[in-house]
């Protein structure tokens, strides 16, 4: 909260200095996201200043994982993987907002100039393939994780609010992979970038979810036996509780 009312405070001088112009200034109504039991999801306000007779897109992006898309074929009646590519670089979390008044053409030409947007995304498979074969598989890539929730086909939406002002809301599914984001605020002027503001974001578990995470990372072979222990505790369980019956 404190964060959020000195941004705002930042925001207003800027404002009440007519005599110069406005410059780019954005924050985010909170820099960590934590993930602890229970967790459905979150929404993050982004806000800030800029000049209201340009355009303004916001991009929020990460953390680069490596994904594998596997193809399913019927063979002999039975739906096997016939084959699968690894793509590096992949961001866990992909979502694009721009201002009301933006014209899709003109997003879409900002975009493939700048070099945002899931288009122009460079998800590289692993291996040497054909350009064709790879475009393939990228798309089966992107359809997944539209459907995870994780990356947005349809841009949000960024409102010019008392002039200069704007504001923007990011949603976060339950599924959001944990590590370090980064939020880029693009100020447009008709056809080039005028300036870039960079914020960064950390997504984590607290709690219980935490300690468990890294048990498992730091010690990888004494958490699968410990899991085979529980697994096994829990099926002979119940094969006691129904066995009386």
């Known amino acids: 909260m404190t964060r959020l009312l000195l941004a705002l405070c930042a925001v207003c001088t800027l404002i009440a200095a007519p005599a110069q112009a406005t410059e780019l200034v954005a924050d985010l109504s909170q820099h960590e996201i934590n993930i602890s039991t229970g967790f459905s ?10 000049d209201p007779t340009g355009d303004v897109i916001v991009v929020v992006s990460g953390p680069d994982e490596r994904a594998v898309v596997r193809k399913k074929e019927r063979v002999s009646g039975i739906w096997i993987n016939t084959e699968s590519v690894a793509f590096t670089a992949v961001p866990g979390f992909y979502h ?6 933006l014209s899709a053409e003109k997003l879409s030409q900002v975009l493939a100039d700048v070099g945002v947007g899931l288009r122009y995304q460079n998800m590289s498979p ?3 393939m054909l350009p064709e074969r790879a475009a393939e598989f990228k798309k089966a890539l992107l359809r ?9 086909a ?6 010019f609010v008392g002039g200069t002002l704007f ?3 990011v949603e976060f599914p339950a599924t959001v992979p944990t590590g370090e984001y980064r939020v880029d605020v693009y100020e447009i002027d008709g056809d080039w970038v005028k ?5 960064p974001l950390t997504v984590g578990k607290v709690g219980l979810e935490e300690a468990i995470y890294r048990f498992a990372q730091d010690r990888p072979a004494l958490y699968g036996l410990f899991a ?9 369980g119940a094969g006691m509780l129904f066995g009386r019956r």
């Open 167 to 169: 504001r923007t809301k």
């Open 195 to 199: 300036s870039v503001a960079t914020i």
């Open 144 to 152: 997944r994780k539209e459907a995870q929730g994780l990356y947005s």
């Open 41 to 50: 999801g979150a929404e993050l306000l982004l806000f800030g200043a800029a």
């Open 96 to 101: 694009v907002s721009a201002t009301d008044h």
């Open 154 to 159: 349809q841009t949000g939406k960024i409102e």
């Open 228 to 236: 085979i222990a529980v697994a096994a505790l829990s099926g002979y």
């Open 126 to 128: 692993a291996i040497d």
